[in-house]
Protein backbone atom coordinates (compact mmCIF):
# COMPACT_ATOMS: atom_id res chain seq x y z
CA UNK A 1 0.00 0.00 0.00
CA UNK A 2 1.76 3.33 -0.69
CA UNK A 3 2.64 5.40 1.68
CA UNK A 4 2.26 2.57 4.40
CA UNK A 5 5.44 0.32 5.66
CA UNK A 6 5.17 -3.04 7.22
CA UNK A 7 6.65 -3.16 10.42
CA UNK A 8 6.46 -4.31 14.08
CA UNK A 9 6.83 -2.76 17.47
CA UNK A 10 8.21 -5.66 19.88
CA UNK A 11 7.15 -9.05 18.51
CA UNK A 12 8.01 -9.46 14.46
CA UNK A 13 5.32 -11.98 15.13
CA UNK A 14 2.69 -8.97 15.59
CA UNK A 15 3.26 -7.17 12.37
CA UNK A 16 1.83 -3.61 11.55
CA UNK A 17 1.22 -1.04 8.97
CA UNK A 18 2.81 2.27 10.13
CA UNK A 19 2.64 5.10 7.91
CA UNK A 20 6.34 6.24 6.49
CA UNK A 21 6.54 9.68 7.90
CA UNK A 22 5.62 8.40 11.52
CA UNK A 23 8.13 5.90 10.97
CA UNK A 24 10.82 7.95 9.58
CA UNK A 25 9.92 10.43 12.76
CA UNK A 26 10.21 7.52 15.18
CA UNK A 27 12.93 5.11 13.82
CA UNK A 28 13.83 3.96 17.09
CA UNK A 29 10.39 2.42 17.86
CA UNK A 30 9.51 1.42 14.83
CA UNK A 31 11.37 -1.84 13.33
CA UNK A 32 11.41 -3.49 9.46
CA UNK A 33 11.56 -6.44 8.99
CA UNK A 34 15.10 -8.24 7.73
CA UNK A 35 16.14 -11.18 7.34
CA UNK A 36 18.04 -12.15 9.29
CA UNK A 37 17.61 -13.84 12.70
CA UNK A 38 19.77 -11.73 14.83
CA UNK A 39 17.21 -8.75 14.98
CA UNK A 40 15.31 -10.80 17.75
CA UNK A 41 18.43 -12.15 19.64
CA UNK A 42 19.73 -8.50 19.78
CA UNK A 43 16.62 -7.12 20.85
CA UNK A 44 16.21 -9.64 23.87
CA UNK A 45 19.55 -8.39 25.18
CA UNK A 46 18.10 -4.93 25.31
CA UNK A 47 18.48 -3.57 29.41
CA UNK A 48 15.37 -2.62 31.01
CA UNK A 49 14.21 1.12 30.41
CA UNK A 50 14.75 3.89 32.99
CA UNK A 51 11.60 6.08 33.52
CA UNK A 52 12.89 9.50 33.75
CA UNK A 53 9.69 11.41 34.59
CA UNK A 54 6.66 11.25 36.43
CA UNK A 55 4.68 11.40 32.85
CA UNK A 56 6.46 8.38 31.95
CA UNK A 57 5.74 6.30 35.15
CA UNK A 58 2.32 7.18 34.88
CA UNK A 59 2.15 6.02 31.23
CA UNK A 60 4.05 2.61 31.90
CA UNK A 61 1.55 1.80 35.13
CA UNK A 62 -1.54 2.57 32.79
CA UNK A 63 0.22 0.48 29.51
CA UNK A 64 1.01 -2.57 32.39
CA UNK A 65 -1.90 -2.49 34.96
CA UNK A 66 -5.48 -2.33 33.62
CA UNK A 67 -8.63 -2.96 34.53
CA UNK A 68 -10.60 -3.76 31.98
CA UNK A 69 -10.42 -5.77 28.58
CA UNK A 70 -7.49 -4.64 26.81
CA UNK A 71 -5.84 -6.89 23.74
CA UNK A 72 -4.18 -9.65 23.79
CA UNK A 73 -1.69 -10.60 26.00
CA UNK A 74 -2.82 -9.69 29.51
CA UNK A 75 -3.92 -11.62 32.20
CA UNK A 76 -6.29 -11.51 35.12
CA UNK A 77 -4.39 -11.25 38.92
CA UNK A 78 -4.91 -10.66 41.71
CA UNK A 79 -2.32 -7.89 43.17
CA UNK A 80 -1.68 -5.65 46.17
CA UNK A 81 -0.21 -2.16 45.56
CA UNK A 82 3.19 -3.20 46.98
CA UNK A 83 3.67 -5.49 44.48
CA UNK A 84 2.72 -3.19 41.74
CA UNK A 85 4.94 -0.66 43.57
CA UNK A 86 8.06 -3.45 43.27
CA UNK A 87 7.40 -4.01 39.69
CA UNK A 88 7.34 -0.27 38.71
CA UNK A 89 10.71 0.22 41.22
CA UNK A 90 12.94 -1.81 38.62
CA UNK A 91 12.76 0.85 36.42
CA UNK A 92 12.19 4.23 38.33
CA UNK A 93 14.22 5.69 41.74
CA UNK A 94 10.99 7.92 41.88
CA UNK A 95 9.46 5.61 45.41
CA UNK A 96 12.65 4.30 46.70
CA UNK A 97 12.12 5.62 49.82
CA UNK A 98 8.09 5.39 50.12
CA UNK A 99 5.89 3.16 51.44
CA UNK A 100 2.92 1.30 49.58
CA UNK A 101 0.44 3.46 51.30
CA UNK A 102 2.10 7.00 49.50
CA UNK A 103 2.51 4.43 46.58
CA UNK A 104 -1.60 3.62 46.64
CA UNK A 105 -2.68 7.74 47.33
CA UNK A 106 -0.14 9.04 44.35
CA UNK A 107 -1.77 6.59 41.69
CA UNK A 108 -5.49 7.74 43.31
CA UNK A 109 -3.92 11.32 42.70
CA UNK A 110 -3.03 11.08 39.43
CA UNK A 111 -5.88 9.13 38.49
CA UNK A 112 -4.86 6.13 37.13
CA UNK A 113 -6.55 3.32 35.60
CA UNK A 114 -5.07 1.05 38.33
CA UNK A 115 -6.76 2.96 41.01
CA UNK A 116 -9.79 2.13 39.73
CA UNK A 117 -9.30 -1.86 39.56
CA UNK A 118 -12.20 -3.69 42.03
CA UNK A 119 -10.93 -4.72 45.14
CA UNK A 120 -11.03 -8.61 46.37
CA UNK A 121 -9.34 -10.28 49.34
CA UNK A 122 -7.12 -13.35 49.24
CA UNK A 123 -6.04 -15.74 52.02
CA UNK A 124 -2.48 -14.10 53.14
CA UNK A 125 0.89 -16.08 52.45
CA UNK A 126 2.58 -15.87 55.76
CA UNK A 127 -0.11 -18.41 56.67
CA UNK A 128 -1.52 -17.34 59.76
CA UNK A 129 -4.93 -17.69 57.80
CA UNK A 130 -5.79 -13.61 57.58
CA UNK A 131 -6.58 -12.00 54.56
CA UNK A 132 -5.23 -9.22 52.83
CA UNK A 133 -6.95 -6.40 50.28
CA UNK A 134 -5.67 -6.55 46.74
CA UNK A 135 -7.13 -5.42 43.56
CA UNK A 136 -7.86 -7.78 40.16
CA UNK A 137 -6.53 -5.93 37.47
CA UNK A 138 -5.09 -7.21 33.90
CA UNK A 139 -1.41 -7.28 33.40
CA UNK A 140 -0.03 -7.19 30.10
CA UNK A 141 2.90 -9.47 29.50
CA UNK A 142 5.18 -6.92 26.99
CA UNK A 143 7.17 -3.69 28.43
CA UNK A 144 8.28 -1.19 25.59
CA UNK A 145 12.03 -0.70 25.76
CA UNK A 146 11.80 2.67 24.42
CA UNK A 147 15.19 4.20 25.61
CA UNK A 148 16.97 1.40 25.59
CA UNK A 149 16.44 1.42 21.31
CA UNK A 150 16.29 5.10 21.79
CA UNK A 151 20.41 4.84 23.12
CA UNK A 152 20.84 2.00 20.58
CA UNK A 153 19.45 4.53 17.57
CA UNK A 154 21.84 7.31 18.85
CA UNK A 155 25.02 5.07 19.44
CA UNK A 156 24.77 3.40 15.28
CA UNK A 157 24.33 6.66 14.51
CA UNK A 158 27.42 8.18 16.35
CA UNK A 159 29.51 4.87 14.53
CA UNK A 160 28.18 6.41 11.24
CA UNK A 161 29.69 9.45 12.31
CA UNK A 162 27.50 11.33 13.41
CA UNK A 163 28.10 14.29 16.20
CA UNK A 164 24.94 14.41 18.53
CA UNK A 165 24.83 18.77 19.59
CA UNK A 166 22.40 20.02 22.42
CA UNK A 167 20.63 23.05 22.23
CA UNK A 168 18.87 24.67 24.81
CA UNK A 169 17.44 28.10 25.26
CA UNK A 170 15.37 30.03 28.14
CA UNK A 171 12.99 33.08 27.30
CA UNK A 172 13.06 36.54 27.68
CA UNK A 173 11.80 36.14 31.64
CA UNK A 174 12.26 38.24 34.85
CA UNK A 175 14.41 35.32 36.81
CA UNK A 176 17.79 36.41 38.20
CA UNK A 177 21.79 35.04 35.83
CA UNK A 178 21.89 32.53 38.54
CA UNK A 179 18.22 31.07 38.65
CA UNK A 180 18.67 31.14 34.62
CA UNK A 181 21.98 29.48 34.79
CA UNK A 182 20.52 26.73 37.06
CA UNK A 183 17.78 26.23 34.88
CA UNK A 184 19.77 25.88 31.65
CA UNK A 185 22.12 23.71 33.31
CA UNK A 186 19.37 21.00 34.23
CA UNK A 187 18.20 21.58 30.54
CA UNK A 188 21.55 20.74 29.38
CA UNK A 189 21.92 17.74 32.13
CA UNK A 190 18.63 16.21 30.35
CA UNK A 191 20.14 16.43 27.05
CA UNK A 192 23.34 14.43 27.97
CA UNK A 193 21.63 11.95 30.20
CA UNK A 194 18.87 11.20 27.30
CA UNK A 195 20.03 12.24 24.05
CA UNK A 196 23.77 11.17 24.94
CA UNK A 197 24.61 14.49 23.73
CA UNK A 198 28.28 15.27 22.44
CA UNK A 199 28.41 18.71 22.68
CA UNK A 200 25.68 21.55 24.33
CA UNK A 201 25.31 24.90 23.49
CA UNK A 202 22.36 27.72 24.88
CA UNK A 203 20.48 31.08 24.36
CA UNK A 204 20.53 32.30 28.23
CA UNK A 205 17.60 35.07 26.59
CA UNK A 206 15.82 34.71 23.84
CA UNK A 207 12.01 34.03 22.51
CA UNK A 208 11.48 30.87 20.51
CA UNK A 209 10.52 33.16 17.07
CA UNK A 210 14.05 35.03 17.01
CA UNK A 211 16.10 34.05 14.29
CA UNK A 212 18.28 31.68 15.46
CA UNK A 213 22.11 32.75 14.39
CA UNK A 214 21.35 36.21 15.69
CA UNK A 215 20.29 34.77 19.38
CA UNK A 216 22.18 36.62 22.50
CA UNK A 217 25.37 37.60 21.18
CA UNK A 218 25.69 40.39 23.55
CA UNK A 219 24.76 38.11 26.72
CA UNK A 220 27.66 36.08 28.14
CA UNK A 221 26.68 33.48 30.93
CA UNK A 222 28.96 31.33 33.34
CA UNK A 223 28.12 27.86 32.69
CA UNK A 224 30.10 25.01 33.31
CA UNK A 225 31.44 23.33 30.15
CA UNK A 226 28.99 24.98 27.91
CA UNK A 227 28.79 27.77 24.93
CA UNK A 228 26.23 30.05 23.50
CA UNK A 229 24.80 30.19 20.08
CA UNK A 230 27.75 31.88 18.51
CA UNK A 231 30.26 28.94 19.29
CA UNK A 232 27.26 27.09 18.07
CA UNK A 233 27.27 28.58 14.46
CA UNK A 234 31.10 28.02 14.61
CA UNK A 235 30.88 24.48 15.78
CA UNK A 236 28.82 23.48 12.95
CA UNK A 237 30.44 25.06 10.14
CA UNK A 238 33.06 22.09 10.85
CA UNK A 239 31.32 19.60 11.81
CA UNK A 240 31.02 17.03 9.19
CA UNK A 241 27.39 15.51 9.68
CA UNK A 242 25.00 15.65 13.02
CA UNK A 243 22.17 15.24 14.65
CA UNK A 244 20.64 18.22 16.81
CA UNK A 245 18.65 17.38 19.73
CA UNK A 246 16.43 19.90 21.50
CA UNK A 247 13.90 19.50 24.12
CA UNK A 248 10.28 20.43 23.07
CA UNK A 249 9.63 22.06 19.41
CA UNK A 250 9.57 25.91 21.15
CA UNK A 251 13.06 24.35 22.63
CA UNK A 252 14.75 24.93 18.96
CA UNK A 253 11.97 27.80 17.19
CA UNK A 254 8.61 28.38 16.55
CA UNK A 255 9.56 30.20 13.47
CA UNK A 256 8.90 27.92 10.92
CA UNK A 257 10.51 30.33 7.65
CA UNK A 258 13.53 30.90 10.04
CA UNK A 259 13.91 26.91 10.89
CA UNK A 260 14.25 26.22 6.98
CA UNK A 261 16.46 28.75 6.90
CA UNK A 262 18.76 27.63 9.22
CA UNK A 263 18.57 24.35 7.62
CA UNK A 264 20.09 25.31 4.64
CA UNK A 265 22.70 27.37 6.11
CA UNK A 266 23.64 24.55 7.89
CA UNK A 267 24.23 21.81 5.18
CA UNK A 268 26.03 19.06 7.74
CA UNK A 269 22.26 18.90 9.75
CA UNK A 270 21.20 15.53 9.06
CA UNK A 271 18.07 15.48 11.47
CA UNK A 272 16.50 17.67 14.42
CA UNK A 273 15.70 15.01 17.22
CA UNK A 274 12.67 16.64 19.74
CA UNK A 275 12.65 15.45 22.95
CA UNK A 276 9.00 15.74 24.54
CA UNK A 277 9.15 12.86 27.00
CA UNK A 278 8.23 14.81 30.20
CA UNK A 279 4.73 15.79 28.01
CA UNK A 280 4.55 13.11 25.93
CA UNK A 281 6.71 10.25 26.38
CA UNK A 282 8.33 10.10 22.84
CA UNK A 283 11.21 11.15 21.08
CA UNK A 284 10.62 12.52 17.15
CA UNK A 285 13.47 12.65 15.07
CA UNK A 286 13.05 14.56 11.75
CA UNK A 287 15.56 13.97 8.97
CA UNK A 288 16.50 17.63 6.66
CA UNK A 289 14.63 16.29 3.73
CA UNK A 290 11.71 15.75 5.83
CA UNK A 291 11.64 19.60 7.07
CA UNK A 292 12.52 21.20 3.91
CA UNK A 293 10.53 19.36 1.53
CA UNK A 294 7.70 18.59 4.06
CA UNK A 295 5.10 21.08 5.00
CA UNK A 296 3.56 18.93 7.70
CA UNK A 297 6.46 18.21 9.46
CA UNK A 298 7.62 21.75 9.29
CA UNK A 299 4.42 23.17 10.68
CA UNK A 300 4.56 21.15 13.52
CA UNK A 301 7.15 23.50 15.10
CA UNK A 302 4.11 26.39 14.85
CA UNK A 303 2.12 25.28 17.52
CA UNK A 304 3.34 26.13 20.92
CA UNK A 305 0.10 26.72 22.90
CA UNK A 306 1.56 27.19 26.18
CA UNK A 307 5.02 27.05 28.39
CA UNK A 308 6.36 23.83 28.39
CA UNK A 309 9.40 22.74 31.35
CA UNK A 310 11.93 21.62 29.88
CA UNK A 311 14.29 21.40 32.59
CA UNK A 312 12.16 18.34 33.56
Known amino acids: ME ?4 CYLNDPADPVFISKQKLF ?6 HCYSTEDSTCIDRRSTPDPVLLSAEMVKDFLNEVFLREN ?3 GAYYLKTRMVEIQATVARYTTMFDDKISTYFARWCTRNKLDL ?24 RCQGIKKYFPQYHKHLKEMKKDGYAVIGYCRTSRTIEGEETRVRLLQMVVNCIRTRSLADHAFVSPFSAAGDEICTRDFNNKFNMKSVQDIADMISF ?7 SLVVLDVAGLTANTKDLKQFIINTPHLENIII ?16 LLNGDHSVALFDCRVACVQRAR
Open 70 to 72: PFA
Open 236 to 242: LAVTPKF
Open 115 to 138: SQGAMAREISKAGDGGKIRCRILR
Open 25 to 30: CNRFRY
Open 275 to 290: DQVPRHHQIRIFSREH
Open 3 to 6: GLEL
